[in-house]
């Protein structure tokens, strides 16, 4: 390992390697650059239908990559005012973006069927309910479902067989019936899972299994 002064006067360590002679400044530079520039190219390449907070991230991440080649002399803009122009861009594109990530977050959401729910269960051989519990239901954008978790409840009777809490794993409301699977958790620490088609009300405020379903009774009615 070896050094040379550079025009400041400050030394500059040199490494030779294979017969190459290489400035660490020169290597940490492009390091840098590789650490910062290929998880933000990486990010924007894979955006597919962004939402605006995703495409905020990748207009300020190509806005930082461009600064960053510009600083350290590997893109060289032929005038200034190009240079000036990408950042003003830039800029403007974030601000913008900015407003529509704001306005998502405040805007009412457009799923009707989130909010709190009743859920009861009835096993077709019992006449006593195995689940009898409020559910509160949330929409998965990158799901697709409706999903949820119920309040937790006590039996007074140690030998009954009633549910004490319940996860809707999902459920696909549609037009004229849906579909649920539903998680239910009783006091011996075993849970069961129950699946079930539903028909919906024409006010979509409530859901009951199809009288052909072999095994359980399932209800959902929308709490006001």
């Given amino acids: 390992m070896s050094s040379r002064e550079t025009p400041s006067g400050r030394q500059d360590p040199r490494i030779k390697v294979g017969g190459y002679d290489l400035r660490l400044s020169e290597w940490a530079i492009l390091l840098m650059l590789i650490a910062i520039l290929v998880p933000a190219v990486n990010y924007n390449f894979h955006l597919h239908d962004p939402t605006p907070a995703q495409l905020l991230i990748g207009i300020f991440s190509s806005a930082i990559c461009l600064w960053i080649l510009d600083a350290v002399s590997m893109l060289r803009f032929r005038a200034p005012w190009v240079a000036h122009s990408i950042w003003v861009a830039g800029i403007a594109s974030i601000i913008g973006t900015s407003v529509g990530v704001y306005q998502g977050a405040f805007a009412e959401r457009k799923y009707p069927f989130e909010g709190a729910w009743n859920f009861t269960a009835l096993a077709k051989d019992s006449d006593s309910p195995i689940a009898e519990n409020s559910v509160v239901l949330i929409y998965s954008e990158n799901a697709g479902i409706y999903w ?3 309040n937790l409840t006590r039996s007074d009777d140690a030998s009954a067989r009633k549910a004490i809490a319940v996860e809707i794993v999902d459920f696909v409301p549609q037009q004229e019936e849906g579909s649920l699977t539903a998680r239910l958790s009783f006091k011996d620490a075993q849970d069961v899972l129950i699946k079930g088609r539903l028909k ?3 006010e979509g405020k409530r859901f009951a299994s199809d009288p052909t379903e ?9 709490l006001r």
């Fill in 148 to 150: 949820g978790y119920s």
């Fill in 200 to 202: 919906r009300d024409k």
């Fill in 214 to 222: 072999p095994k359980y009774d399932l209800t959902l009615v929308r």
